[in-house]
C-alpha cells in the first residue's frame, strides 16, 4: 500500500485473481473507473484550518467532485480548490483551479505541470460557491466534446485558444460578463 502524489492510496500487487474480493471489501470505497477522467477534486484546508483561507474549499470540492467525477474524457483531469490565492499544491499548473478570495471564487482553466509546464487561463472572478460549480462543470462538459484523445487542457487551449473559448462558451454564461470586444 503506498500513498500517492494525487492524495490516493495505491494498493500495489494484487493479484487480478483476487481483485473482485478487494473491490467486494473496499465497497464504497474503491475506485474502479479506468481511462482518462476525473478521479478526484484535490482540495487544501481553506477555512477549515487555515488563517489564509477566504473560502470554504472542502465544501466546493466535494460538489465539484460529485457533480464531475467519473465522466470519461479525453484526457486525465486534475482540479483544485483553494482557499486562497496561494499556491500551496501547486494549484495554479492544475488543468481546472478554483481559487478562493475575499470576494468570491476566481475559475482558471488550462494549466499543467510536467515537461512543458503552462500556467492556466483565467476564465471568470468572484463568482458564488453556485456559479464556479455550473462553470467548472460547463468546462468539462467543453473540454469533453471538443478535446482530441489524450490531449491534456493545456495543450487543448493552446490548440483552441481563450478567444474561441470565450466566444463558444462564455456568453452564454450569464454571471460572467461579456465586453463588447468578446462577442463573437
Known amino acids: 500500500m503506498k500513498i500517492t502524489s494525487g492524495q490516493r492510496i495505491a494498493l500495489v500487487g494484487i493479484e487480478e485473481k483476487d481483485l473482485e474480493g478487494v473491490f467486494a471489501d473496499l465497497e464504497h470505497d474503491a ?12 482540495a487544501c484546508p481553506g477555512t477549515e484550518i487555515c488563517r489564509f483561507g477566504n473560502q470554504d474549499s472542502l465544501s466546493l470540492a466535494l460538489r465539484i467532485e460529485t457533480a464531475v467525477a467519473g465522466k470519461v474524457l479525453p484526457a486525465k483531469l486534475k482540479d483544485w480548490v483553494s482557499g486562497c490565492p496561494r499556491c500551496c499544491g501547486e494549484s495554479h499548473t492544475r488543468d481546472i483551479r478554483v481559487m478562493g478570495t475575499n470576494r468570491g471564487w476566481t475559475v482558471i482553466f488550462g494549466g499543467n505541470s510536467g515537461t512543458r509546464p503552462r500556467i492556466g487561463n483565467v476564465v471568470a472572478r468572484d463568482l ?28 487543448f487551449m493552446e490548440r483552441t485558444g481563450t478567444d474561441t473559448l470565450k466566444s463558444e462558451l462564455l456568453v452564454f454564461i450569464p454571471y460572467i460578463p461579456v465586453r463588447e470586444a468578446d462577442r463573437p
Open 31 to 42: 475506485d474502479r473507473t479506468s481511462g482518462p477522467c476525473l478521479h478526484y477534486v484535490q
Open 128 to 155: 458564488s460557491g453556485g456559479e464556479a460549480l455550473d462553470l467548472v462543470t460547463r468546462l468539462v462538459e467543453y473540454f469533453q466534446r471538443h478535446a482530441r484523445q489524450k490531449e491534456r487542457t493545456a495543450r
